[in-house]
T-cell receptor
Framework: GAVVSQHPSWVICKSGTSVKIECRSLDFQATTMFWYRQFPKQSLMLMAT?????????EQGVEKDKFLINHASLTLSTLTVTSAHPEDSSFYICSARDNGKEYEQYFGPGTRLTVT | GQNIDQPTEMTATEGAIVQINCTYQTSGFNGLFWYQQHAGEAPTFLSY??LDGLEEKGRFSSFLSRSKGYSYLLLKELQMKDSASYLC??????????WGAGTKLIIKP
């Protein structure tokens, strides 16, 4: 149990285009999901907390108009990187908190984004 | 402020034991997590401690001292596949995880 999927697992896009990444909790409901970014050899950086039915909470320094988050159901959150630039190339990881277990986050497998 | 400290890198020998330490300062506390992350992959859950003491799970054990703001992850009978980064994360009063930078563990034959 407690499986989180992400799609796509990797994507290459051109500068200026937008990319949407999906995060799904497959066997549990998640009111809260988290979006992280990780650059090579660095730790996870929390970008935003996504709450079902309400606006996401963005961490300081993360542009909400560039990284659009939608959490329309209890099992799906999406992150859209708008007007992508090469510096947005990174490993994007989502995690979901099981509504029945306050304390644990389950991670998706990650999405590797390369912007050319 | 909130802060997590853990060593950047450690090296150990196959078959040996290694202890990875983590100290934390958070606004409120709802538990301490350890995750394993292999290069290019997402983190996977190893352990969760919310009460003081040692939790043993196979070759891996995790210890917590809330009064000292301290935890460690103990790995026994090291195998080459244990080479990975180990992330310490503390859950604050809002159940948000505060992450350490991770400890890269290198296992040598």
């Amino acid at each position: 149990g407690a499986v989180v999927s992400q799609h796509p697992s990797w994507v290459i896009c051109k500068s200026g285009t937008s990319v949407k990444i999906e995060c799904r909790s497959l066997d549990f409901q998640a009111t809260t999901m988290f979006w992280y970014r990780q650059f090579p050899k660095q730790s996870l950086m929390l970008m935003a907390t996504s709450n079902e039915g309400s606006k996401a909470t963005y961490e300081q320094g993360v542009e909400k108009d560039k990284f659009l988050i939608n959490h329309a159901s209890l099992t799906l959150s999406t992150l859209t990187v708008t007007s992508a630039h090469p510096e947005d190339s990174s490993f994007y990881i989502c995690s979901a908190r099981d509504n029945g277990k306050e304390y644990e986050q389950y991670f998706g497998p990650g999405t590797r984004l390369t912007v050319t | 402020g909130q802060n997590i400290d853990q060593p950047t890198e450690m090296t150990a020998t196959e078959g040996a034991i290694v202890q990875i330490n983590c100290t934390y300062q958070t606004s409120g506390f709802n538990g301490l997590f350890w995750y394993q992350q292999h290069a290019g992959e997402a983190p996977t859950f190893l352990s969760y401690n919310v009460l003081d003491g040692l939790e043993e799970k196979g070759r891996f054990s995790s210890f917590l001292s809330r009064s000292k703001g301290y935890s460690y992850l103990l790995l026994k009978e090291l195998q080459m596949k244990d080479s990975a980064s180990y992330l310490c994360a503390a859950s604050d009063s809002n159940y948000q995880l505060i992450w350490g930078a991770g400890t890269k563990l290198i296992i040598k034959p």
